[in-house]
C-alpha cells in the first residue's frame, strides 16, 4: 500500500522519471511543458520548474531530467530548521523568541540586527539558523529529518553547514511533496508546529493569488550566488498549486529572476 504522503513523490517520479525505476504504481496525471523550459533559455539561464494542481491531481514539470536532479536545498532548509525548532522547543514562540545579533558585520545588512524566527525567515537570516541547528543538535536534526523522509536525509558536513554546503540533497520532485505535505498538514509533527511555520512563511500577491513561498540561494552565505530556489504553494480561490524552482544563477539579475520566472511559470500553467 501507498499512502498519500508519498503518493505524490513516487508517483510523479514514476511518470516524469522513469531513470528511477519505480513501476506498478497507480497512476496520476503528469505532463511534461517544454515551454516552461523556455522561460529559462530565454532569461539567458538553465533551470527547472515542478508543480502539483491539487485540485486536478497533475504534476507538470519542464523537463524529465533535472526535475529529478538533487541539488543543496540551501535556505529551502530553513522550512524544516523552523519545524523541528519549534517541535523540540529550541524556539518556544515565534514572535517573542529573540535571537541576538553576534556583532559580526556581514554583507547583507538585515543579518545585522537581533531576529525572532518570523523575521530570520523573512529576511533569510543564514547565522540565526545555524544556530538553531546547533541548538538542536545532530541526533535530533537526524531524527526529524528522516521523520520528513526529506531528501537524502543526509546531514554530514557539520551541524551548522550540512545545508548549505555539506551532504544534504533533495530534487523539485522531493521538494515539492515536502512542501504539500506542510501544506496539508500531514507531516509526523505536531498541528502547531506545523500551522506556525505556515503562518510566518513569506507571502506575496499576485492579482487575487497568495504565493506563500521560501528562496534558497546556494553560495550566498559566501557571497557566490550558484544556484537559486524557490518553493511554495499558490492559492488562488479555492485552488492550491505546489512548485518547486530552481534555477542557475549565472548573473546578479538571476537572483530576482527567482520569482519573476516562478510567477511566470505559475500564470503559464493557469496557477496564478
Known amino acids: 500500500m501507498i499512502d498519500r504522503r508519498h503518493a505524490l513523490t513516487l508517483l510523479a517520479a514514476a511518470t516524469l522519471l522513469p531513470r528511477r ?8 496525471n503528469s505532463e511534461i511543458r517544454e515551454g516552461l523550459a523556455t522561460r529559462f533559455s530565454d532569461d539567458g539561464t538553465a533551470g527547472t520548474f515542478v508543480a502539483y494542481k491539487v485540485d486536478d ?5 519542464s523537463d524529465r531530467e533535472r526535475s529529478g536532479e538533487p541539488q543543496l536545498p540551501a535556505s529551502t532548509f530553513k522550512i524544516p530548521n523552523s519545524l523541528i525548532a519549534l517541535e523540540t522547543g529550541v524556539v518556544q514562540d515565534p514572535d517573542k523568541d529573540v535571537f541576538k545579533w553576534d556583532g559580526v558585520t556581514r554583507p547583507i545588512e538585515a543579518w545585522n540586527k537581533d531576529h525572532t524566527l518570523r523575521s530570520a525567515i523573512a529576511a533569510s537570516v543564514v547565522p540565526v539558523y545555524q544556530e538553531i541547528a546547533r541548538r538542536i543538535g545532530q541526533e535530533r536534526m537526524q531524527k526529524y529529518v ?5 531528501g537524502n536525509r543526509d546531514i554530514g558536513g557539520g551541524i551548522d553547514q550540512f545545508w548549505l554546503t555539506g551532504k544534504l540533497r533533495i530534487d523539485p520532485v522531493q521538494q515539492v511533496d515536502f512542501v504539500d505535505r506542510l501544506r496539508r498538514g500531514a507531516l509526523p509533527i505536531s498541528k502547531r508546529s506545523q500551522d506556525l511555520v505556515r503562518d510566518i512563511l513569506p507571502v506575496t500577491k499576485v492579482g487575487d493569488a497568495v504565493i506563500r513561498f521560501k528562496s534558497g540561494l546556494v553560495g550566498a552565505e559566501r557571497g557566490e550566488p550558484s544556484l537559486g530556489w ?12 505546489v512548485f518547486a524552482l530552481n534555477m542557475d544563477c549565472r548573473e546578479p539579475r538571476h537572483i530576482a529572476d527567482r520569482m ?4 511566470a511559470c505559475l500564470r503559464d500553467i493557469g496557477a496564478i
Open 260 to 263: 519573476t520566472l516562478t510567477q
Open 230 to 241: 524557490m518553493v511554495g504553494w499558490a492559492e488562488k480561490g479555492s485552488a492550491q498549486t
Open 57 to 61: 491531481y497533475l504534476v507538470i514539470a
Open 146 to 150: 528522516d521523520l520528513f523522509d526529506y
Open 21 to 28: 525505476g519505480l513501476a506498478d504504481i497507480a497512476p496520476m
